[in-house]
């Protein structure tokens, strides 16, 4: 493989030493960008985009040619592994993603397919391997996955949801059947991100967006229990161990220092958490990502510079700071602040690591 040139991302990751604070968006390859509407276009739907390997290496290219990103993360999207065991993912303009078929009994889990990654999923490969060479060291290429439980929630309320009733039904009264599907998820998941390192993935994030839905307890049992074990069978792999692995759960602040001690060496916060509060709990266990509200790229560049260096401090000196969006970028943000952004870390950012 081609020697990497920017491997600001990666030592950060690690808690080692670097000269600024590296920075990458979560979404940053999608609507915002006039480009990538006309990439979209003309590939004719998301889940056309998604497959075509060429296409998406274009937009995930797309941001890195604007902006001095510290790293790529592959285009694609979360729900591929349930699409791939059966339940039929398709997208209706306005609506999301949503399910032909949903999962809410043993005979729905039983009539699941069974998969492999490498076979059934080979056009998120293609894509991995066309980004890497596309790249050519530039920068590390991020592989992801959505987490189990968050699989779960579209698999079994069939698409998006806003009180997650069927979903939470099923883990209250019938935790057996739950801890099943989730089983299934969790070891699906493991192969899908080892088969995307084994095509160049170089970092690896777990996306648990509705982990936040949660109680304390349920969290615990039903969301952190199978990242873990995500976690756990790719570090005892001797291709995949040495690949930092991200656990973002959305809205799971007040669990960061039980997620910071699930073997991930980075821990995502969303932007209700002070960094400097998370730093505090979490020590130097591992890295945080994080945190700017996704909605203050919608104030003024000035406005964007001060909340960059307030997070900045916040956090202080030393590695082990990612700087991210607290979540995805939306999708009406105009791209001249994400410019704002991305020149406030850069610019911002070296007196904290001075003597590292």
Known sequence: MTELKNDRFLRALQRQPVDRTPIWMMRQAGRYLPEYRATRKQAGSFLDLCKNAELACEVTMQPLRRYPMDAAILFSDILTVPDALGLGLYFEEGEGPKFRKTVRSESDLAGLNTISADDDLDYVMNAVRTIRAELNGTVPLIGFSGSPWTLATYMVEGGSSKDFANVKGMAYDK??????????????????????IRAGAQAVQIFDTWGGSLTAAAYKEFSLKYMQRIVSRLQASAETQSVPVIVFTKGGGQWLSAIAGCGAQAVGIDWTTDINVARSQVGDRVCLQGNMDPAMLFASPARIREEVAS??????????????????????????HVTAFVDAVQELSPQYHQND
Do not use: K
């Open 175 to 196: 935790p057996e059947l739950m801890h099943n599907l989730l089983s299934l998820l969790a070891d699906a998941v493991a192969d899908y991100l080892a088969a995307q």
């Open 311 to 336: 997070i900045l401090a916040g956090f202080g000196h030393g590695s082990g700071h990612v700087f991210n969006l607290g979540h995805g970028i939306t999708p009406g943000v105009n791209p001249d």
